[in-house]
């Protein structure tokens, strides 16, 4: 039963989101800012929240700052922005997982949905089929041909994402499937034979294709990509398999000011289409996006129950 103190105290609490809504949206930010991301400094999600974040402190002259909170496959990052006070002054940057470990772990501290409000998808970049060259393919067709006459023979290196096994299913693939981290190691497996393929994000592939190190069959962009204009798309080596993205955007704690979050969309969506940002993006193989809060919103619903069913026909679900 509510007591009089508790039924003030909560009026109390609720006069406080309406003050941060009306005179606190109309002079945000007015002191710093913190954006947390989920995983190790260094990386590309750390890299560009670092960049939206000095970009967002000289516009603002407010001090903009990341946080990495990496622990339990960054589920604890993502708890620990959903349990802040929904002022803005607590960001999250967000990858592929946010949207995936909903459906495939059980004890998720956070629902995506209901926990967050969408601020913009920043940026995506395509992912790439590589494989060893010792492998001796020079094809998706070529691949498949290689696979389907050796069952079980053949792995694959899964750094996290699971568009290898939308691509096992899809193609009826007897294949071992070998998680990994992160993408780092899962291209060393793969350019040493450990594995023999693997799908990663462009930034991390493209240097090692270069180099002659990893041999790339396909891309999973509609387009083929400047960076590997001789690679065709998965439609273009015929597999009709659908688009696919390592995606990095901003969300922020549910109930936080509409004009707050109109205005982070705004200034980002401004940052990512300035000439020296999209050249740095370039760089990371990403391409910038900045869609408006309900885009980005739809999207995220959509991902989850996309790669949901993936989880659950691959038995990749751990309780």
């Keep these: 039963m509510l007591t009089r103190r508790s039924v003030v105290h909560q009026l109390l609490s609720l006069a406080a989101l309406s003050g941060v809504s009306a005179a606190g949206a109309e002079t ?14 260094g990386g590309t999600v750390d890299v560009l929240a670092r960049l939206i974040a000095q970009k967002l402190s000289e516009t603002w002259g407010q001090n903009f700052y990341v946080e990495n909170i990496p622990g339990g496959g960054g589920k604890m990052g993502a708890a620990a922005a959903a349990r802040s006070t929904p002022d803005g002054y607590t960001i999250l940057f967000v990858f592929n997982s946010f ?22 998808l920043v940026a995506t970049s395509p992912y790439v089929l590589v494989v060893s060259p010792s492998l001796g393919v020079h094809s998706v067709q070529e691949l498949l041909a290689l696979v389907r006459a050796n069952p079980g023979k053949y792995s694959y290196a899964a750094p996290g994402n699971l568009v290898d096994e939308m691509f096992r299913l899809s193609n009826g693939l007897d294949i071992v499937r070998v998680p990994f981290n992160s993408a780092p190691p899962a291209i060393a497996s793969t350019i040493g034979g450990f594995t023999q393929m693997a799908f990663t994000s462009i930034g991390t ?18 387009k083929r990509l400047a960076a590997l204009p001789d690679v065709p798309t ?32 705004s200034e980002i969506a401004r940052i990512v289409a300035l000439p020296d940002v999209v050249e740095k993006l370039t760089a990371l193989g990403l391409v910038p996006v900045a869609d408006t809060p309900e885009e980005f919103g739809a999207y995220i ?9 993936i989880i659950r026909r691959s038995n990749l679900k751990v309780e």
């Design 28 to 41: 945000y930010p007015a002191r710093r800012v913190k954006i947390i991301t989920t995983v190790a400094p």
């Design 205 to 222: 592939a493209v240097p090692n294709i270069n180099a002659g190190k990893l041999q790339a069959l396909a891309v999973t962009s509609r």
């Design 99 to 120: 949207i995936t470990d909903i459906s495939r772990y059980s004890d998720v501290p956070y629902d995506p949905i209901k926990d967050f409000a969408p601020v913009t």
């Design 234 to 265: 998965l439609a273009e080596a015929g597999l009709p398999e659908p688009e696919a993205s390592f995606m990095q955007g901003v969300v922020v704690p549910a109930a936080t000011p509409k004009q707050i979050v109109k205005r982070l969309q």
């Design 301 to 309: 619903r959509s991902e989850i129950g996309r790669w949901g069913d």
